[in-house]
């Protein structure tokens, strides 16, 4: 089996040092994480992680069942690329003064869809969104133009046969409800039960 790229989704709780935890798995397996990206889901409380990695589909299978025996994570899935829309945004800083005389530069953005978000004296920064490959094309378009400074951010996926998580976990609350919550006989009596 060779490697590909996968993107792992995992829908957790929202616990202090879990991705720390999660990322201890990737680095005893000696796999380099891509990209990682963290954020509220469609659900109230969980977070999704999406994280880019290339390796065997075999490992990727066990790494996504090794993930979900952390309890704060209720689950994990594993993509290839066909299977997910996804996208990077990108930003590049480049002077002002370069881009002012050259409209060549002007179609060039035009070209890309990328879009001004700030414009100053001294540079102007530039937003462009798509995948790796398009966000570094435009690096290599604006690099005769004195290409000052340039960030990508992490993936966002979706996986494009998905209903949802909070579809998920409906249907996983009606085959597995959970238990009544009972409450506390003694919980109006706490100044009879809690003295000295």
């Not at 963290?38 to 065997?56: A, D, G, K, L, Q």
């Amino acid at each position: 089996m060779s490697k590909q790229e996968f993107t792992i989704t995992v829908y957790t709780e929202n616990q202090i040092g879990l991705l720390n935890r999660i990322a201890i798995m990737f680095s005893r397996r000696k796999i380099n994480i891509e990209s990682l990206n963290t954020s509220p889901s469609e659900v109230e409380n969980i977070h999704r992680f999406t994280i880019v990695i290339n390796e065997t589909e075999e490992v990727v299978r066990k790494l996504c069942r090794q993930i979900e025996k952390q309890v704060e994570v209720l689950k994990a899935y594993f993509n290839t690329n066909d299977e997910i829309v996804w996208q990077e945004m990108a930003l590049y800083k480049v002077p002002t003064d370069i881009i002012a005389e050259k409209v060549k530069v002007e179609r060039l953005l035009r070209e890309f869809g990328a879009r001004a978000v700030v414009i100053r004296k001294d540079y102007t920064v530039f937003e462009a969104t798509g995948h790796r490959e398009e966000t570094e094309r435009l690096i290599k378009a604006l690099e005769p133009y004195q290409l000052i400074e340039f960030v990508r951010s992490a993936r966002v996926a979706i996986i494009k046969a998905s209903n949802g998580f909070h579809e998920k976990l409906k249907e996983f609350e009606q085959t597995e409800p959970g238990e009544d919550v009972i409450e506390n006989e003694f919980l109006d009596k706490q100044d009879e039960v809690f003295t000295m």
